[in-house]
Structures are given as C-alpha cells and as structure tokens.
C-alpha cells in the first residue's frame, strides 16, 4: 500500500517558467515531509523538507507548500533551469518511525 | 569524507547466483538502509540498521539477507538470485532515523546495478 503518492511520472516545463510537482499521502501521521532529487546514475540527494506545523518553506528557487486537510504537498521551482532535470522523490515519515516512506518519483524535463 | 560508497556498481548474475552488496560510510551515522529503485514503484526499502548489530525488515525483505557486524558497513546478500531481483539498489545513511534537517537527513550512494538473467 503506498503511503506517498506522486500521481505524474513526468513534467515538461520551458526554462524560465514554473514547474511545480505534485505529491499526496494517505497517513495521516507523517508530520515530516521531504523532497529528493535525483540524477541518472547517482544517488538522491536532499531538496528541501517542512514540517507538518509549517504551510510553507523556501529555499532559494525551491518552495515546498504543504496542505494538510487535503493531505497534499507540492514543491515549486521558479524559475526552472535545465539543471534542474532529474527525478524528484517526496518522502515523508512519523515520529517513532525508523525510515522514510517515499513516493514513485517525478521526472521532471526542462526545456531550454 | 567519502559519505556512502556502494560496491560493485554494476552485476550480472545467473538465476540461482549468490551475491553480497556491500555499503560503507564514514560519517558514524546509526542508521543505515538498502532500498530497491524499480519503473514506476519508487524507492522501496529493503531492510533497514538502527545500530551496529541490529536489522530489520522494511517493505520488501523477501530474497535478501543483511547484516551490519560493523557500524561503518551494511551488507545485503542475495542467496539465490532471480529475475524478479533486477534492480537498482541504493544504500543510505543517516545520524537518525527521523531526518529532520538538511544535516540529519539519508544520505544516499551511487547505487548498485543489477541484473539478474
């Protein structure tokens, strides 16, 4: 049963404009949320993450909007670079918790 | 500071095969963990480390054996390969099991492909 959810494999954005990806959960005791990206051939690295006692949290480009009601996050890129091109993962766990509980990944393109 | 390292990169295996994933950190974190990538599931955890000498079963521990003898190692065994086991497998580590900061947070290896004929 996945826990996390990211209901697009994949996102064409045009450089320069907004890309914004899309993650839902069904637990409602995650109260931790965070975002990977990942390169082909490397490991996922740490985005950026927000706390379920927080609607948002920005870092540099990156926003993460959490909605808790509708048990929905969303990470904003803006703008969007050709760098940026990777698979993002969102993960989220609970206290008590050992590991965290990840979505299938978004691939998102940006287009030069 | 080599954070994670996997070993090998890169296996192609017979049905029946054995083989041993190894994963190594030089961070002294606590916590270590073995996640499969496959199309369309995400990374789903295998097993996972809270300390040296412990494990445990995460989402899709079937087929695999690990053991954590030291803290800086976590090994993940595959006694009798099959098909279903082709995959791209991720070691990872972190100073709790929460993760709660951009400092506390899983830090992954390069990955270990696999292939299983």
């Known amino acids: 049963d996945q826990q996390v959810k990211q209901n697009s494999p994949s996102l064409s954005v045009q450089e320069g404009r907004i890309s914004i990806l899309n993650c839902d959960y069904t637990?409602?005791?995650?109260?931790?949320f965070l975002w990977y990206k990942k390169y082909p051939a490397e490991g996922p690295t740490f985005l950026i993450s927000?706390?379920?006692?927080?609607d948002k949290n920005e870092d540099g480009r990156f926003t993460v909007f959490l909605n808790k009601s509708a048990k929905h996050l969303s990470l904003h890129i803006v703008p969007s670079q050709p760098g940026d091109s990777a698979v993002y993962f969102c993960?989220?766990?609970?206290?008590?918790?050992?590991?965290?509980?990840f979505g299938t990944g978004t691939r998102l393109t940006v287009i030069p | 500071n080599a954070g994670v390292t996997q070993t090998p990169k890169f296996r192609v295996l017979k049905t029946g095969q054995s083989m041993t994933l190894l994963c190594a950190q030089d961070?002294?974190?606590?916590?270590m963990y073995w996640y499969r990538q496959d199309p369309g599931m995400g990374l789903r955890l295998i097993h996972y480390?809270?300390?040296?000498?412990?494990?445990a079963k995460g989402e899709v521990p079937d087929g695999y054996n690990v053991s954590r003898l030291k803290k800086q190692n976590f090994l993940l065994g595959l006694e009798s390969a099959a098909p279903s086991q082709t995959s791209v497998y991720f070691c990872?580590?972190?100073?709790?099991?929460?993760?709660?900061?951009?400092?506390?947070?899983?830090?992954f290896g390069p990955g270990t492909r696999l292939t299983v004929l």
């Open positions: 961070m002294n974190h606590e916590y």
């Open positions: 927000i706390s379920s006692i927080k």
């Open positions: 637990n409602s005791m995650f109260d931790y």
């Open positions: 480390s809270v300390g040296e000498g412990t494990t």
């Open positions: 993960a989220a766990n609970f206290a008590g918790a050992n590991n965290l509980f």
């Open positions: 990872a580590s972190s100073l709790s099991g929460r993760a709660l900061s951009s400092t506390d947070t899983q830090y």
